[in-house]
């Protein structure tokens, strides 16, 4: 099961940008001090004495806070979620699925549980897209074309089976990630890990079953 870690591969996207050992620390500890105080509740000095510099380095490359939270969601949207979810895909492709409930259960799961040991930091985003409308039709776009592009073959596969609707791959796509976030984004919110998995996957399966059996 693909459980990736994001912070760890935040940290892995840090060591291919053109910063300091001190920058990679002090966006480190940002990422780190954002998921548990939250962004608002967090400051320069906070940052500087998690990362072991001193303010200042702070502010000699990033001249506020949000340049740093920015400094955090750029790699966070072009390298680390992409990189999750390519290796979703990758495990995916290399399992046999009996029917598309198999499927469809398998990737529900990997899904929510991916949410729930990553929620501290996706919590910081999610933070942000409430107030950003352009960030979250940013996000929601490429999760639709990753999502898409890594099934659609496998959906084309179940549709030809009959077991699967003839809808495009993005429609089918768009349907299944709504359904599973309406679970997943109050414990993120919130910051809980108090959802059943097993008993969500349950629930989300045989709903999207029934909208999207032919």
Do not use: C
């Not at 099934?151 to 809808?167: M, N, S, Y």
């Not at 919110?189 to 349950?202: K, L, R, V």
């Amino acid at each position: 099961m693909s459980l990736n870690n994001v912070e760890s591969l935040f940290a892995a996207s840090l060591q291919e940008a053109d910063l300091s050992e001190k920058q990679k620390a002090v966006l480190r500890a940002s990422l780190t001090l954002f998921a548990d105080k939250g962004y608002d509740r967090t400051s320069t000095a906070d940052i500087a004495r998690l990362a072991g510099v001193s303010e200042g380095t702070v502010y000699k490359k990033f001249k506020t806070k949000r340049e740093i939270f920015e400094a955090i969601t750029a790699p966070f949207v072009d390298q680390v979620l992409p990189t999750a979810a390519g290796e979703f895909f990758q495990e995916i492709a290399g399992t046999a699925f009996p029917d598309f409930r198999g499927l469809l259960t398998f990737a529900v799961h990997d899904r929510i549980v991916f949410g729930l040991t990553n929620r501290r930091e996706l919590k910081i985003f999610v933070q942000e897209i409430v107030s950003d409308p352009k960030m979250f039709s940013m996000l929601a776009a490429r999760a639709s074309r990753l999502f898409t592009q890594g099934l659609a073959p496998l959906f084309k596969q179940f549709q030809d089976t009959g077991e699967l609707v003839r809808w495009d791959a993005v429609r089918i796509g768009r349907y299944i990630i709504s359904t599973v976030l309406a679970y997943v984004l109050p414990s993120v919110i919130t910051g809980t890990a108090s959802m059943d998995a097993e008993q969500a996957t349950q629930e989300i399966v045989a709903f999207l079953m029934k909208g999207l059996h032919p």
